[in-house]
């Protein structure tokens, strides 16, 4: 079977706290509404995709238990397949707590150590998809940094475009599996503040050049509300704006952004037009609270294009 996309990252579920404020301080009592599990991590991306419209394959396992088990149906219902996952007795399914204040601030606690298994169980996912995005959480254990290296590479000697999504945690990653991944990229994508540890350079626009250096192809940016910055050998750096959006939370931000950004490129949209897309996605993500089932939908995304005067059909 061949995939759009294939979702190389933490197979984990965040645990969603909506709290009154950011920081809780010590002996302070917050009354907290409700705490629900969503899809996290690589599922944030996982399911964006497949609302857009590509055929997504997670990789990676689940524990056999009841979070692993909820992933799986989580995806699942929303036409995700899950063949490229395997379920691992006596493993945790990983969690993470998600705080998240009603400032649109958060913060993640994650619960548990997250494992990718055995290359085997997945690299079938590797080889026949498109496209693979590889998230940058996994550069930061040795074990799981080689694993990646090597996915990497099957995917090059494939033929198939890598996306690398750095993520915050830039100090923490192995240098040599960071450089590695990011030269066999075909896409780097990355925040304002990952661009910077990256290139230790505080400029976005030679931060961008600098990233796009790296792998010759192409290297992004995400400025939040400002856009972003798409840098190429053919186009040097080029900004495009974002659209008006009511920020409550930028959880999963990112990830729905990267997204729509394979959708478009998958689809050989030209870069103008991938980047409205990947946009438009970002300022619907921020408009809601949470991650999970809580990211766009292809109508809230259409819905933002409509409201600007831009025509992309999905």
Request: with cysteine.
């Amino acid at each position: 079977m061949e995939w759009d996309v294939a979702v190389l990252g933490w197979q984990a579920v965040d645990i969603i706290v909506p709290v009154e404020e950011l920081p809780i301080k010590p002996g302070q009592t917050q009354l907290v509404p409700e705490i629900r599990p969503e899809p996290g991590a690589a599922g944030n991306f996982a399911i964006v995709a497949s609302r857009l419209g590509l055929e997504v394959a997670p990789l990676g396992v689940v524990g056999d238990d009841h979070y692993g088990h909820f992933l799986l149906e989580s995806y699942a219902s929303e036409g995700i397949d899950t063949s490229q996952m395997a379920t691992e007795d006596g493993y945790d399914t990983p969690l993470v707590l998600v705080l998240i204040d009603e400032g649109t601030n958060h913060a993640f606690l994650p619960v548990s150590e997250p494992s990718m298994g055995k290359m085997e169980q997945w690299i079938e996912g590797v080889k026949g998809s498109r496209v693979v995005i590889v998230m940058g959480y996994l550069l930061i254990r040795p074990d799981m940094a080689q694993l990646a290296v090597r996915a990497v590479r099957e995917a090059a000697r494939a033929g198939r475009d890598v996306f690398f999504d750095p993520g915050p945690l830039v100090p923490q990653m192995d240098k040599d599996a960071l450089r590695e991944v990011m030269s066999l990229s075909t896409v780097i994508l990355a925040n304002l503040d990952e661009a910077k540890m990256i290139t230790e350079n505080d400029d976005p626009e030679v931060a961008a050049q600098r990233l796009c250096e790296v792998n010759n192809r192409y290297a992004v940016v995400k400025l939040g509300g400002d856009g972003c910055l798409i840098a190429s050998r053919s186009m040097g750096v080029r900004h495009f704006p974002s659209f008006p959006a009511v920020v409550r939370d930028t959880t999963a931000a990112g990830d729905s952004f990267a997204a729509a950004f394979a959708r478009g490129f998958i689809e050989n949209w030209s870069i103008e037009r991938i980047a409205q897309l990947a946009n438009a996605t970002g300022a619907a993500a921020v408009q809601k609270l949470g991650s999970g089932f809580q990211v766009p939908t292809r109508d809230e995304v259409m819905s933002i294009l409509e409201d600007n005067g831009i025509d992309i059909p999905l």
